[in-house]
């Protein structure tokens, strides 16, 4: 059996516990109604072999706070103090590779009535060791989903809200059997929204565009930082709708997101994309991407939290 990629302390109720101890009643009302809200924020193995590089995590703390603000979650956090929180939890598991830490709020009342107000709201943590998830060198396979992705008066896409990702796996579930690696979802005006778990880019004539963050999407930390890196590198952007025929004339288009990081894409819907590898645009992008989450640049210094634990563990 392959080893778990768990990572042995988590964050749960107030405070670090191994990983087994840190459990839930099967009445909670997260479990039965999917109120929930979490992040997904990725640690990188430092070129140097012993720090861990959290990409942009006063962003995904901010966001999570948002989602929870959605939940009317009432919790005794800050942005600050759940940085801190998540950052002890990774000097607890001192990683010696790249993880993914999980930060979620939750719901806790066991409680039948589907309601927000005036529940008990917990926050808990994991993490595991993750390196790629999908190939990011070579292209992947999109196809357009007939799942339409839930528009912003059915459940608000841009909070990563537990119960709405089971819009997301219909899409994904669908796409996978019909042989492709990731679905794209139009939403409710037949407008490209997004991947299942990332954002989508295209490239056309030089211009790199983007669904608006009004296009029931989530609103993307990756997404936000390559916009970034575009309009530093004089890469004209644009954010606007997107209609499914302008996939089948891009000249490059990625996914990006913290899981999947950045991916090409090689074919939508068995169309190839540009000649099939990588594009330009892509590669640039992708290359400074990595080297600010590896530490080999100092650009964008400012994303990254920096966390020695075992310096921390031995002080
Ligand atoms: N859209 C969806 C539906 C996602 O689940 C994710 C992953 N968090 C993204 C986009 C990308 O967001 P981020 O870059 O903040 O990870």
């Given at each position: 059996m392959a080893a778990s990629p768990m990572l042995a302390h988590a964050y749960f109720e107030g405070q670090i516990v191994p990983f087994g101890e840190a459990k839930i009643s099967i009445g909670t009302h997260a479990l039965q109604y999917g109120t929930g809200a979490f992040a997904g924020i990725r640690g990188y193995l430092d070129a140097d072999g012993e720090t861990i590089n959290i990409f942009r995590l006063p962003d995904h703390a901010t966001r999570l706070l948002n989602s929870a603000k959605l939940l009317r979650a009432n919790l005794p956090f800050d942005r600050e103090s759940l940085a801190d929180t998540i950052v002890s939890l990774v000097e607890a598991n001192a990683p010696t590779g790249d993880v993914y830490i999980r930060p979620f709020v939750y719901k806790s009342s066991v409680q039948l009535t589907p309601r927000l107000k005036g529940m008990d709201d917990e926050l808990a943590i994991y993490m595991l060791s993750l390196g790629d998830y999908l190939d990011t060198s070579q292209g992947v396979k999109a196809a357009v989903a007939s799942w339409v992705r839930i528009p912003d008066n059915a459940i608000p896409g841009r909070g990563k809200l537990s119960g709405s990702y089971i819009n997301?796996?219909?899409?994904?579930?669908?796409?996978?059997?019909?042989?492709?690696?990731?679905?794209?979802?139009?939403?409710?005006?037949?407008k490209v929204s997004e991947g299942s778990g990332c954002n989508l880019f295209l490239v056309r004539d030089g211009v790199l565009t983007t669904s608006p963050i009004t296009g029931d999407i989530l609103e993307g930390i990756t997404r936000r930082s390559f916009l970034q890196f575009a309009s530093d590198e004089g890469i004209p952007t644009e954010q606007r709708e997107i209609d499914r025929s302008e996939l089948y004339l891009a000249d490059e288009a990625f996914f990006c997101g913290t899981g999947i990081q950045v991916a090409p894409i090689a074919s939508i819907d068995g169309r190839p994309i540009g000649n099939g590898v990588p594009g330009p645009i892509t590669a640039r992008l992708r290359d400074i991407f990595f080297a600010i989450v590896r530490g080999q640049s100092d650009r964008y210094g400012h994303w990254v939290t920096h966390v020695r634990p075992r310096v921390a563990v031995a002080r």
């Open positions: 997301s796996a219909l899409a994904k579930d669908e796409v996978e059997e019909k042989g492709a690696d990731e679905a794209i979802l139009l939403n409710t005006a037949g």
